[in-house]
């Protein structure tokens, strides 16, 4: 600390460090204010930093209610900080380093002077709003220099998240006092998230700059094509500040703040829809270098759209605008000038009149629909399109006055016409009755068959046609998805809109014919018709969730408001027959080329189909609907249970699978399939689950066959999906024994189709069927747990609740699978060939399926019960997976795994040990007690010794840390050795102190048992009794208080 010479004075007096350094910054502030701006740097760079500090302490002090009010010392300082941040300066006036520096600290304590200006007294005498506090600071926060937007766009550009370090040279051939401001907004904008006092001056500065900058590419004839580049890219730059502002919570905006910002973002909206459409000045940086690529007009038109999208989510909801209204009045926003401003996406006067001009969402919908932006999957595009319909949401779950929704159902009648273009049939009808008989606007749209796209030919084929289908319909699945997380939206989209597939019943039952025939007789399907048709059955899925919220009012009506519910479960149907065909399977046509174009038209299809039942999984299923329905969609999902196996091992999928891991299956990614078994009745819920497990046994008969490797890729989806369903099973009512006992007989069959197949094991459908019997288990165990205890209901007279009559047998089945995937576990480990990272891989997937099997069973103790387990019965079997556990630790690959695996193993062993996972007391078996649990731990330590001379084998058959290490830096590249040997052995380490630890337990079971230690103990051979009498003196050393560690 170099203190300056006023401090001297104070030498002796008590005073604290702390009044010390306010002492001597308040002395560097006051010699900051008035000495004059100086060229040198090395004289200016102390006293804009200490004038900062200084104020800081002062804030803290009045936040600590300490000071007062500011007095004139600090209202000098402040002012003089923001008049010199705000200054331009130059080099020739010597202003330079002094604004640079002032600058830099300015930007760096931007909520310490939002807090300042809040207080500091306005000069009304000069009448220059520019003079005043707030607007000095929102000059410097906001430069008008267009270099400096240029450059935040370029940074954006290759850090949109803005997550990296902090490069200087990155601002080379900027001007250098302007640098400072940049950095705030390229990496440290959430300071401004507590600054809501200068949320609105931001606003206006940055809307006036984004207005000043766009009036000449208005006119773009009259600028050279390189000026328009960098108006571009300050423009672009600007929305990228104005976005990131817009982000930040706890927005405090006037509404004429926010009306002006409307005006500005629909202006440069349609500047920028213009430019993109045009050829000339969509490719205006395509021939530039890689920095002026980034500042494209789509760029900036995708930002506008963003924007908008902030502010339009951000205004008050028709919830919180309910709640402030009285019983009769309209619920509207409370700002004319927000509705102005609202008015400039979407024209109510001309919706009102039934005119036809084009707004720039209008327009915008047009370009998307006429090809402008491409094929809308992926990219600008496909963002462009989100948002699009994003703003739509937004806009139609308000409600604005000027606008009932009456004239809103008709603008969105026609919105959608202008977004599907002529490729879907769109009609309105303003005045359709409806079933309660009111009148409403109603918008149909007419879906193609996706039945008649399949049986399209090559040669009656229109590129152009299946391009412009394919945008229309995924601007729709944009729309759809975007309604599902608005509700407000989603009811407008209800009551509006009608999706009308083509074809049903037996008239469409020919497509599907043809298209079987064609399959058989080796004809092609063309990929853009196969793609179309996935994203037909997108739509119809997404209609299903749109509707799914509300419930079916009409019996008579089993589908929603979107999507008819009848024709999805036929259309579900007919496809998968398709699916199921043979020459599909094999690969469509005989060209190799033909096949390897239509694969990921394939996959769209799959997804598509995927969605479509996902849909029908998560829609509600009254009992009111009927039986015939449910029957055929029971028997829909079986078949595509069956066929999803088999879309994984042919490739028939929409997942992609990254580098180490597999592929994900179709059916993994349906998290509302989980929600059918609990959605359903009892009786529907029995029918489903039982009419699976049949299936699966008879996929598992067909599997043990001759040819049974072609059948174990549906057996293991069928697998799949009981899994899921028996996951989503409630706890109450027990399923009845016929249909637990069909589901065990299901899973035995399965489990020795896996037992006959050791060399090529299925690991897949191991892992599936491991979740059924593991779900089942639970479920079956769950009515335990909600009894009253044995004594208590014995001493009222009442009847305990007896186990389930299949309970053992799911034990039996549950361990039976653990100790075939152990076994198979080690298998794998020992193998030593070419596929030996995926086989460990594997090998990990099945221990912890095992892990999970026990600790199923060890947690589904009971704490008052007649019997005791059946495993304690069976104590061989249980030590029989503990010890194969226990050699995938010494065997495995790597230090990691070997880890995992020892801490399953020790938590495994405590759990034996103690007769379950419920937390008792170690001493409850040997002490006597009458405890369900302390019974169970006098049956089981007679075996515990097995466990521990089994662990001491181990131990010594083990080459050591170097050897595993060694090991496993064998799989790894040359390269890579250095910086992994040193994880290697902490990892290896780390295994091995966690199963020293973990037999605490193990012994201290056999606290008061001298006969089984002394039996176990003359058992041994050398060095293992050696071994054990070293590890016993470190427990009992351990085990004892001693005051030392």
């Given at each position: ?272 829809l213009t430019l993109s459409t045009d050829p000339d000045d969509a490719s205006l940086a395509a021939a530039g270098s890689d920095e002026d690529k980034a500042v494209t007009p789509r760029r900036l038109l995708l930002l506008s759209l963003r924007v908008s999208v902030q502010l339009l989510e951000s205004l008050p909801s028709e919830s919180s605008l309910r709640s402030t209204a009285g019983c009769g009045e309209e619920v509207t926003h409370g700002s004319t000038a927000v509705r102005s401003a609202i008015f400039g996406f979407v024209d109510a006067a001309a919706c009102a009149q ?419 019997s593991i779900g089942l288990y639970l479920h079956l165990a769950a009515p335990l747990h909600f009894t009253s205890s044995f004594s208590s209901a014995s001493s009222k007279g009442l009847t305990t609740k007896r186990p389930h009559v299949c309970l053992a047998d799911a034990e039996d089945v549950l361990l039976h699978i653990a100790g075939l995937q152990t076994r198979a576990s080690l298998h794998f480990l020992r193998a030593r060939s070419v596929e030996a990272h995926q086989q460990a891989a594997t090998a990990m997937e099945l221990l912890s399926s095992a892990y999970s099997a ?11 019960t007649t019997k005791l387990p059946p495993w304690t019965r069976k104590p061989h079997v249980v030590l029989d997976i503990l010890k194969a556990m226990l050699e995938a630790v010494y065997t495995a690959t790597s230090g990691r795994d070997a880890a995992r695996v020892a801490g399953d193993v020790a938590r495994l062993w405590e759990a034996y040990a103690q007769g379950g996972t419920r937390l008792v007391a170690q001493s409850a078996g040997r002490a006597g007690k009458a405890t369900h649990q302390a019974k169970i731990q006098r049956a089981t330590k007679g075996f515990v010794i ?100």
């Amino acid at each position: 600390w170099e203190l300056p010479g006023s401090l001297h004075r104070l030498e002796g007096e008590a005073c604290d460090l702390a009044d010390r350094v306010w002492y001597g910054l308040r002395a560097l502030a006051t010699k900051f204010v008035q000495s004059p701006p100086s060229n040198r740097l090395d004289a200016v760079e102390p006293y804009p930093d200490a004038a900062v500090r200084w104020l800081a302490l002062c804030e803290e002090r009045y936040c600590d209610g300490k000071t007062k009010a500011f007095d004139k010392l600090q209202q000098r300082v402040a002012v003089t900080l923001l008049q010199r941040a705000a200054s331009v300066g130059d080099a020739q006036n010597g202003k330079e380093s002094s604004c640079l520096l002032t600058r830099r600290a300015v930007c760096h304590w931007v909520p310490l002077f939002a807090s300042v200006t809040a207080r500091l007294p306005c000069r009304s005498s000069d009448n220059l709003d520019e003079y005043e506090p707030v607007a000095m600071l929102t000059k410097v926060i906001v430069p008008g220099e267009l270099e400096c937007w240029q450059r935040l766009a370029q940074i954006r550009a290759s850090s949109p998240l803005g997550d990296r370090v902090v490069d200087r040279t990155e601002f080379t051939g900027l001007h250098q006092s302007w640098a400072p401001s940049v950095e705030l907004w390229a990496f440290y904008v959430e300071a401004l998230a507590d600054c809501a006092v200068l949320n609105a001056p931001l606003l206006q500065r940055l809307a006036g700059l984004i207005l000043e900058t766009a009036k000449p590419l208005d006119v773009k004839a009259s600028l050279p094509r390189h000026y328009r580049a960098q108006e571009l890219g300050a423009l672009v730059g600007l929305h990228e500040a104005l976005l990131s502002l817009a982000a930040l919570p706890s927005q405090h905006v006037p509404a004429e703040v926010v009306a002006e910002v409307f005006h500005v973002l629909s202006t440069t909206a349609k500047i920028a829809l213009t430019l993109s459409t045009d050829p000339d000045d969509a490719s205006l940086a395509a021939a530039g270098s890689d920095e002026d690529k980034a500042v494209t007009p789509r760029r900036l038109l995708l930002l506008s759209l963003r924007v908008s999208v902030q502010l339009l989510e951000s205004l008050p909801s028709e919830s919180s605008l309910r709640s402030t209204a009285g019983c009769g009045e309209e619920v509207t926003h409370g700002s004319t000038a927000v509705r102005s401003a609202i008015f400039g996406f979407v024209d109510a006067a001309a919706c009102a009149q039934g005119q036809t001009e084009s707004t720039v969402l209008d327009k915008l919908a047009e370009a998307l629909a006429g090809g402008s932006f491409g094929d809308l999957v992926s990219g600008s595009s496909g963002d462009l399109c989100r948002v699009l319909a994003r703003i739509t949401c937004a806009l139609l779950s308000h409600r604005i006055r000027g606008w009932p929704d009456k004239d809103k159902a008709s603008w969105l009648g026609r919105f959608l016409g202008r977004l599907v273009g002529q490729q879907l049939e769109c009609s309105v009808a303003e005045n359709a009755s409806d079933a309660e008989g009111s009148t409403r606007t109603v918008c149909c749209l007419s879906l193609p068959c996706p039945l008649g796209l399949l049986s399209c030919d090559r040669a009656s084929v229109d590129a152009t046609h299946f391009e412009g289908l394919q945008r229309s319909l995924r601007a729709l699945i944009a729309l759809l998805q975007a309604g599902c997380s608005s509700p407000a939206a989603a009811a407008v989209l209800q009551r509006t809109v009608t999706l009308s597939p083509d074809g049903r019943g037996e008239v469409s039952a020919q497509p599907m014919n043809r298209v079987i025939e064609r399959l058989g007789a080796g004809s092609d399907i063309v990929a853009p018709a196969i793609s179309a048709a996935g994203l037909v059955l997108s739509v119809v899925a997404q209609g299903l969730e749109l509707g799914r919220s509300e419930v079916d009012r009409i019996s008579d009506r089993v589908g929603t408001l979107l999507s008819d519910r009848c024709h999805a479960v036929w259309l579900a149907g007919s496809v998968l027959k398709v699916f199921k065909a043979r020459p599909w399977q094999l690969g469509i046509g005989t060209c190799a080329e033909i096949a390897s174009s239509t694969s990921a038209a394939r996959g769209e299809l799959w997804t598509g189909l995927g969605n479509l039942m996902s849909a029908l999984c998560a829609a509600p299923w009254s009992d009111e609907q009927g039986d015939e329905l449910w029957d055929n969609f029971v028997e829909i999902l079986g078949d595509w249970s069956e066929f999803a196996g088999n879309a994984l091992a042919s490739g028939i999928h929409s997942g992609s699978a990254t580098e180490g891991s597999p592929a994900p299956t179709p059916v993994a990614s349906m998290q509302s399939l989980a929600l059918l078994c609990a959605g359903v009745g009892r009786g529907r819920r029995e029918n489903l689950l039982g009419l699976l497990a049949m299936r699966l046994s008879a996929l598992a008969a067909w599997a043990a066959g001759e040819h049974g490797e072609a059948w174990l890729p549906r057996m293991s989806g069928t697998a799949e999906v009981l899994a899921v369903l028996i996951q989503g099973l409630p706890q109450r009512p027990t399923l009845p024994g016929r249909i637990v006992s069909s589901m065990l007989a299901a899973v035995h069959a399965a489990v020795v189709v896996m037992s006959g197949s050791l060399g090529s094991f299925p690991a897949v459908a191991s892992l599936h069927v491991a979740r059924i019997s593991i779900g089942l288990y639970l479920h079956l165990a769950a009515p335990l747990h909600f009894t009253s205890s044995f004594s208590s209901a014995s001493s009222k007279g009442l009847t305990t609740k007896r186990p389930h009559v299949c309970l053992a047998d799911a034990e039996d089945v549950l361990l039976h699978i653990a100790g075939l995937q152990t076994r198979a576990s080690l298998h794998f480990l020992r193998a030593r060939s070419v596929e030996a990272h995926q086989q460990a891989a594997t090998a990990m997937e099945l221990l912890s399926s095992a892990y999970s099997a026990l600790s199923a069973i060890f947690s589904s103790v009971p704490s008052e019960t007649t019997k005791l387990p059946p495993w304690t019965r069976k104590p061989h079997v249980v030590l029989d997976i503990l010890k194969a556990m226990l050699e995938a630790v010494y065997t495995a690959t790597s230090g990691r795994d070997a880890a995992r695996v020892a801490g399953d193993v020790a938590r495994l062993w405590e759990a034996y040990a103690q007769g379950g996972t419920r937390l008792v007391a170690q001493s409850a078996g040997r002490a006597g007690k009458a405890t369900h649990q302390a019974k169970i731990q006098r049956a089981t330590k007679g075996f515990v010794i097995m466990l521990i001379a089994h662990a001491l084998d181990q131990q010594r058959l083990w080459a050591g840390v170097e050897a595993a290490v060694k090991r496993s830096l064998i799989r790894l590249d040359a390269g890579s050795h250095a910086t992994t040997r040193s994880i290697e052995t902490v990892s290896w380490k780390e295994a091995v102190c966690v199963l020293q630890t973990g037999m605490v337990s193990l012994f201290a079971c056999l606290d008061g048992s001298d006969h089984l230690k002394q039996a176990l103990y003359a058992s041994l051979r050398e060095p293992l009794g050696t071994m054990f009498k070293e590890l016993h003196e470190g427990y009992q050393k351990r085990s004892k208080y001693t005051g030392e560690a």
